[in-house]
């Protein structure tokens, strides 16, 4: 997420960021060896930590709590599936040194490799009262070969987002079931052509929607293999969903992200979508009119009573291995800081904290701005959703979103039929993950 706030920050660090990450691979306070053979370092106690730009105030506040802390901050590429940051890791395991102390993933994916190549240090052994600060469901993700490997930032999961405003105008029921929601997009886009139910351009649908209906494409069977089974009925259900309301006009070709998204936002209806759409999508990217959007519940599918609702982002916090003494110590005080101190997670933060302690300081917050046509029942969603999300999908060495953008989105933005996008999809996903060095299997 990033708001207009985080973008002014980012303007006002991105000279400094070119010159710091050239700084950042020569510097004592960076790290040393381990993975690549070299003994673990101790700068004396300056650290050096990675953010993207929305998460420059995160720390920019840390060193105001702790001015005792030396640390120098780099701001990098906040592009999710960028391979930047992968490209500087890579030098600094060549060369035995250079890795910052701490860092902000910029795609939750990133600490696949990170974890692979022995950066990530083991949270779990590290700062256990931290990992025991969230809910297992919440940090899920970060459990890697048999240890947290990560923090999370902030909870993503999804709920059902509605314009209440049109519904009460319209007289439509909102949807608790995924079959409901496909049948009220197509009535939608035929009785009120223009409105939209969803959006299928941007790296998060996927995970709104396939990760959502448990659809394996992420499932490590191991550190070597996956498991990818489009031909699985949750799979199926998904994509024939998904085909019938694009073919019914109900989804916009956009992506949420998308300067276009901002002229498409009053045309949504409703759709599934992650907490931190109300704030950072309607209200500071979109200015949707106060009291128009509301959120419930998620939705169900056939045969089953349980909600379940995908995830889109929550970033991951890493700290290195590389490291030990004061450097460790000041790196695992940042860590404590930037996940679990109201100074960042309650009064800056924009997105749901994932560290259990912080999220009812945060959503008492947010009641504050009244933005939502019944703030108090919208609110009351965001972390009881945590627990909807399937927790079998693991971040790996490719890019699932990635491969969705360049094949469904791009060619749903040039016409070509859904039938067609899923094939380029599927096919594509598969020669991905074997070429990051993984078995595909369909069972396992």
């Known amino acids: 997420m990033k708001t207009s706030?985080?973008?002014?920050?980012?303007?006002?660090?991105?000279?400094?960021?070119?010159?710091?990450?050239?700084?950042?691979?020569c510097s004592g306070g960076s790290g040393g060896g381990g993975a690549a053979g070299g003994a673990q370092t101790d700068s004396g106690g300056k650290i050096t930590v990675w953010v993207d730009a929305p998460r420059v105030p995160a720390a920019d506040a840390f060193k105001k709590a702790h001015p005792e802390i030396?640390?120098?901050i780099v701001q990098i590429d906040s592009t999710v599936g960028a391979t930047t940051t992968r490209q500087h890791f890579a030098q600094f395991d060549a060369a035995g040194k250079g890795w910052p102390d701490a860092i902000f993933f910029p795609s939750n994916d990133d600490v696949a490799w990170a974890a692979k190549t022995g950066y990530t240090a083991d949270m779990s052994k590290e700062t256990p009262d931290l990992t025991k600060g969230y809910t297992k469901k919440a940090l899920a993700s970060?459990?890697?070969?048999?240890?947290?490997?990560?923090?999370?930032n902030d909870a993503a999961p999804d709920v059902f987002w509605y314009?209440?405003?049109?519904?009460?105008?319209?007289?439509?029921?909102?949807?608790t079931t995924w079959d409901q929601y496909e049948q009220l997009a197509v009535k939608i886009a035929k009785e009120h052509p223009g409105y939209v139910s969803g959006f299928t351009g941007d790296a998060y649908a996927p995970n709104r929607y396939l990760w959502a209906s448990d659809c394996p494409t992420n499932v490590a069977v191991d550190a070597s293999t996956v498991r990818i089974d489009f031909a699985d009925e949750k799979c199926t259900r998904a994509e024939k969903m998904l085909s019938n309301m694009n073919a019914a006009g109900a989804l916009s070709t956009a992506g949420i992200f998308d300067a276009d998204a901002a002229t498409v936002g009053p045309k949504l209806a409703m759709s599934p979508g992650a907490v931190w759409w109300g704030d950072y999508l309607f209200q500071?990217?979109?200015?949707?009119?106060?009291?128009?959007?509301?959120?419930?519940q998620g939705l169900t599918w056939p045969g089953s009573s349980e909600v379940q609702m995908g995830d889109e982002g929550g970033?991951?916090?890493?700290?290195?291995?590389?490291?030990k003494g004061k450097e460790l110590a000041n790196a695992k005080e940042f860590m404590k800081f930037v996940v679990s101190d109201p100074a960042w997670q309650v009064d800056l933060s924009t997105g749901l904290p994932a560290y259990t302690s912080m999220q009812q300081p945060w959503l008492d917050k947010q009641k504050s701005d009244d933005f939502y046509a019944d703030t108090n029942s919208t609110l009351a969603t965001?972390?009881?959703?945590?627990?909807?999300?399937?927790?079998d999908y693991s971040y790996l060495l490719y890019d699932t979103g990635g491969e969705w953008t360049s094949t469904i989105a791009k060619d749903l933005a040039a016409g070509q039929s859904f039938d067609k996008a899923w094939s380029d999809f599927t096919s594509d996903l598969v020669s991905k993950a074997k070429a990051a060095g993984y078995k595909v299997v369909t069972k396992g």
């Open 5 to 25: 706030r985080w973008r002014a920050a980012a303007g006002a660090v991105a000279a400094f960021a070119v010159v710091g990450l050239a700084l950042a691979g």
């Open 284 to 296: 500071q990217t979109w200015k949707l009119p106060k009291g128009t959007m509301q959120a419930a």
């Open 70 to 72: 030396p640390i120098n």
């Open 382 to 391: 965001f972390a009881p959703a945590i627990d909807t999300v399937p927790t």
């Open 163 to 175: 314009n209440k405003s049109l519904f009460d105008q319209w007289g439509y029921t909102v949807p």
């Open 315 to 323: 970033g991951l916090w890493g700290m290195s291995s590389h490291i």
């Open 142 to 152: 970060c459990f890697i070969g048999g240890s947290y490997k990560c923090l999370r």
